[in-house]
């Protein structure tokens, strides 16, 4: 299954923005198995787990997730023989639902008013200790940063072959992202900048601002254990319709289909940007199929304030 997941294709972005022409280079995380970043934690957490003797041969998987952790871990998990049970707030993505019911999964929708996000961790620690489950809690397991500390930020090193950057940018779901690639790039160019993106209306980092937002992946309602907010040198709080408006100028001008909080990434890259000279690296972790039902096939939104609306993507190419 490792030929399945990883070693993603690496694309270059040339955009202009504010009247200067810059770049950003973008893994595109939607050609692994089940279509996003996080086909690459569940199948490192399950061999890890396996070498570790935590996760036995048919030992169900219990997890709290906003949608991709889920449908990676019910994907893998009908491969290899664990029973999956999902957890999840009732406000993400029809389509996130039915991918994790058609691999075999049981789904359950937990609401604002029953506790939201951390009821489906609450829920899942208990369902866990009840049949003696599998608990991966992506957003405290360390092997979650190390997975992309060790593949994606690897991988992103060997493509970029020594190229200046001047940052690495990407949103805030368990964290894993932007620590373990954060941690690594950090490393290879001690120079770079760091930028979290979360949204506006979930800017737990900056204003302590919790409330309903659209971006779905990023932003669950709390920090989670995961983030060491040291390493952070920046943080964008990024309006959700922004960040739709984005993905869908990315769908319409490069013909790339994206997610959401691809479109959030690609503002906080171009927001990044306007400090450093030198390319920023992003993520898009998914595509656009799972926000069909989404505002994210509404028309073009306009309005001028708009980063989306103030960037001209210009072409991309493959490195
Ligand atoms: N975008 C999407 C669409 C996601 O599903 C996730 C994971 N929840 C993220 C971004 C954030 O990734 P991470 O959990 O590594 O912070």
């Known amino acids: 299954m490792n030929k399945l997941v990883g070693n993603t294709p690496m694309i270059k972005i040339k955009y202009r923005y504010r009247g200067i022409e810059k770049e950003v280079y973008v893994k595109l995380e939607q050609y692994n198995l089940t279509g996003s970043i996080k086909d690459r934690i569940a199948l490192y957490i399950i061999e890890e787990e396996k070498k570790n003797n935590n996760l036995k041969d048919n030992m169900p998987i219990i ?23 999902i957890f999840m707030p009732n406000w993400v993505s029809k389509e996130r639902i039915k991918l994790i019911e058609s691999f075999g999964a049981k789904v359950t929708l937990v609401s604002k008013e029953e506790g939201g ?20 809690n992506q957003f405290s397991n360390y092997l979650n940063t190390k997975c992309h500390y060790t593949t994606t930020g690897k991988e992103i090193e060997s493509n970029l072959k020594g190229e200046k950057i001047g940052g690495f940018v990407s949103g805030i779901g368990s964290g894993g992202t932007l620590m373990g690639i954060g941690k690594r790039l950090k490393e290879a160019y001690p120079d770079i900048l760091i930028g979290a993106v979360e949204p506006s209306k979930m800017a737990l980092l900056t204003s302590g601002k919790i409330s309903n937002h659209k971006i779905e992946g990023i932003g669950d309602d709390f920090i989670p ?20 408006n984005m993905a869908r100028i990315i769908s319409r001008d490069l013909g790339l289909g994206v997610g959401i909080s691809s479109g959030a990434n690609f503002i906080g890259a171009v927001l990044l940007g306007d400090n450093t000279d030198n390319p920023v690296v992003t993520i898009f972790p998914d595509d656009n199929k799972k926000y069909l039902s989404t505002q994210l096939t509404d028309k073009i939104n306009l309005k001028k304030e708009f980063v989306s609306n103030n960037v001209k993507l210009i072409s991309y190419e493959t490195i």
């Open 117 to 136: 996000f951390k009821e489906c961790i609450r829920r899942a620690d208990v369902l866990s200790k009840k049949i003696r489950g599998y608990r991966p």
């Open 225 to 244: 254990e995961l983030l060491d907010v040291k390493i952070i040198d920046k943080v964008f709080d990024i309006d959700d319709d922004d960040a739709i």
């Open 63 to 85: 997890e709290a997730t906003s949608g991709n952790t889920g449908i990676s871990f019910s994907s893998i998990g009908a491969k290899l023989k664990h029973p999956v049970y």
